[in-house]
């Protein structure tokens, strides 16, 4: 079963920082480029942060660029985003989206809320 299980989110406070898990089970999470996006309420879901399948590359929405790292384990089949230095606007839910290189197939976690507040 393909699977795609997001961790780490919580309640921070501005300035704070949190690292969020993507973990990836029934299938190879190497064959896959990984992205992060967020939705906050009354908003469209946008693209965060995205890396290639061998973790080559890496690209970043404006907003967060400099404050977030994605990162990749291939062993552990898990995708990271820390986020740094938070602020209240990226309260949102994160989701993980794998897209498979051969077949184009993406899938989706059920994401992690994010909240970040004083």
């Known amino acids: 079963q393909v699977q795609l299980v997001e961790s780490g989110g919580g309640l921070v406070q501005p300035g704070g920082s949190l690292r969020l898990s993507c973990a990836a089970s029934?299938?190879?999470?190497?064959?896959?480029?990984v992205s992060w996006y967020r939705q906050a309420p009354g908003k469209e879901r946008e693209l965060v942060a995205a890396?290639?399948?061998?973790?080559?590359?890496?690209l970043y929405a404006g907003s967060v660029k400099g404050r977030f790292t994605i990162s990749r384990d291939n062993a552990k089949n898990t995708v990271y985003l820390q986020m740094n230095s938070l602020k209240p606007e990226d309260t949102a839910v994160y989701y993980c989206?794998?897209?498979?290189?051969?077949?184009?197939?993406?899938?989706w976690g059920q994401g992690t809320q994010v909240t970040v507040s004083s």
């Open positions: 029934g299938f190879t999470l190497s064959s896959a480029a």
């Open positions: 890396i290639t399948s061998a973790g080559s590359s890496a």
């Open positions: 989206k794998a897209a498979l290189i051969r077949t184009n197939d993406n899938y």
